[in-house]
């Protein structure tokens, strides 16, 4: 079992930039690859990105792959999610999710969630 808890969500303007953070509990860090996924309200889970347990993999979507990075410590149990030159339509909660398998782009796929975390992003 892993409990997973989000930081670092707020409100920015359109152009910066936002650190979340993911915090795992409960069982051996890096035994999971993690991924990032956000949801607008309205809208279906999105895949942000992943990566993988060592942290020497990662994958974004086009979406995001020039803004984004994502990086974890697993001495720290953290993955972060590092955000810049955001944009209105970034607006959404965004979720930190654990899959004992290989990362996946499919939020099913994932056993463990966070409760998410506001980014909110202003024109």
């Known amino acids: 079992q892993v409990q997973l808890v989000e930081s670092g969500g707020g409100l920015v303007q359109a152009g910066g930039s936002l650190r979340l953070s993911c915090e795992a509990s409960?069982?051996?860090?890096?035994?999971?690859?993690m991924g990032w996924f956000r949801q607008a309200p309205a809208k279906d889970r999105e895949f942000v990105g992943a990566?993988?347990?060592?942290?020497?993999?990662?994958f974004k979507a086009d979406s995001v792959k020039d803004r984004f990075t994502i990086f974890r410590d697993n001495s720290k149990n953290t993955v972060t999610l590092q955000m810049t030159n955001l944009k209105p339509e970034d607006t959404a909660v965004y979720y930190c999710a654990a899959r004992s398998g290989p990362w996946s782009v499919i939020a099913t796929d994932y056993e463990y969630w966070g409760q998410g975390t506001q980014v909110t992003v202003s024109s």
């Open positions: 409960g069982a051996t860090f890096n035994y999971f690859d």
């Open positions: 990566i993988n347990w060592s942290g020497d993999g990662t």
